[in-house]
């Protein structure tokens, strides 16, 4: 079982819709971040976040510590969302980052 | 732009061949990290790096990938007498201390390596 796990895998919405991705993980973290990558390109920080919630624009990331899961909500999702998402927890004493498999979401004009 | 530059941002080689990845931190980050997404994979890490010292190879493989972060200039991912299954996409990242329990890394726009 891998120490991160996203839900769903892909995800096709319709433009305006409200998506919501899901990460759960496993092992004890210091910090979770949600990263976006375009398809063969590079990898854009989102959120590094500890506790509660916080908001970029139309991106909002909260975080349950107890229940060791985070989500990330788009409103309003445009068709220039369309990109993978990724969770990841800084484990262990290094600060390495733990990936999950991402969710591939298709933004649908 | 002070971000994290990676190059080359593509690079071929042929099996056997070795594969020099370069890194170049944000100025005045001192840890670097390299990181490596196979074709239809998820990223995995490799190696923790801060100035001069290697603090966390776990996720290196065990032959032929070496990596260094000198005193002066950029950090270089080595992998000698590359296979088809080194192809993939190589990120690295940076951070500074800054004195917090932890902290955000920047990504570089990866190099992606394809072995022929």
Same mark, same amino acid.
């Given at each position: 079982?891998?120490?991160?796990?996203?839900?769903?895998?892909?995800?096709?919405?319709?433009?305006?819709?409200?998506?919501?991705?899901?990460?759960?993980?496993?092992?004890?973290?210091?910090?979770?971040?949600? +990263?976006?990558?375009?398809?063969?390109?590079?990898?854009?920080?989102?959120?590094?976040?500890?506790?509660?919630?916080?908001?970029?624009?139309? +991106?909002?990331?909260?975080?349950?510590?107890?229940?060791?899961?985070?989500?990330?909500?788009?409103?309003?999702?445009?068709?220039?969302?369309?990109?993978?998402?990724?969770?990841?927890?800084?484990?262990?004493?290094?600060?390495? +980052?733990?990936?999950?498999?991402?969710?591939?979401?298709?933004?649908?004009? | 732009?002070?971000?994290?530059?990676?190059?080359?941002?593509?690079?071929?080689?042929?099996?056997?061949?070795?594969?020099?990845?370069?890194?170049?931190?944000?100025?005045?980050?001192?840890?670097?990290?390299?990181?490596?997404?196979?074709?239809?994979?998820?990223?995995?890490?490799?190696?923790?790096?801060?100035?001069?010292?290697?603090?966390?190879?776990?996720?290196?493989?065990?032959?032929?990938?070496?990596?260094?972060?000198?005193?002066?200039?950029?950090?270089?991912?080595?992998?000698?007498?590359?296979?088809?299954?080194?192809?993939?996409?190589?990120?690295?990242?940076?951070?500074?201390?800054?004195?917090?329990?932890?902290?955000?890394?920047?990504?570089?726009?990866?190099?992606?390596?394809?072995?022929?």
């Amino acid at each position: 079982k891998n120490e991160v796990e996203q839900s769903p895998q892909n995800l096709t919405a319709q433009e305006g819709e409200f998506i919501t991705i899901n990460c759960s993980y496993s092992v004890g973290i210091s910090a979770l971040h949600w +990263l976006q990558q375009h398809p063969g390109g590079g990898i854009v920080s989102l959120f590094m976040l500890s506790s509660g919630k916080k908001k970029h624009g139309r +991106l909002i990331a909260t975080i349950n510590i107890q229940e060791k899961h985070s989500s990330l909500h788009i409103t309003a999702s445009h068709p220039r969302d369309s990109a993978v998402y990724i969770c990841a927890v800084n484990g262990g004493a290094t600060n390495k +980052l733990i990936f999950g498999t991402g969710t591939l979401l298709a933004v649908q004009p | 732009n002070a971000g994290v530059m990676q190059n080359p941002r593509h690079l071929v080689r042929r099996r056997g061949q070795e594969a020099r990845l370069r890194c170049s931190p944000v100025k005045g980050h001192s840890h670097v990290y390299w990181y490596r997404q196979l074709p239809e994979e998820g990223l995995k890490f490799m190696v923790y790096l801060q100035k001069e010292n290697i603090i966390d190879e776990s996720g290196m493989p065990k032959e032929r990938f070496s990596a260094e972060f000198p005193k002066e200039g950029p950090s270089i991912l080595r992998i000698q007498q590359v296979v088809r299954g080194d192809s993939a996409a190589y990120f690295c990242a940076s951070s500074d201390t800054g004195g917090a329990l932890y902290y955000e890394q920047y990504f570089g726009p990866g190099t992606r390596l394809t072995v022929t």
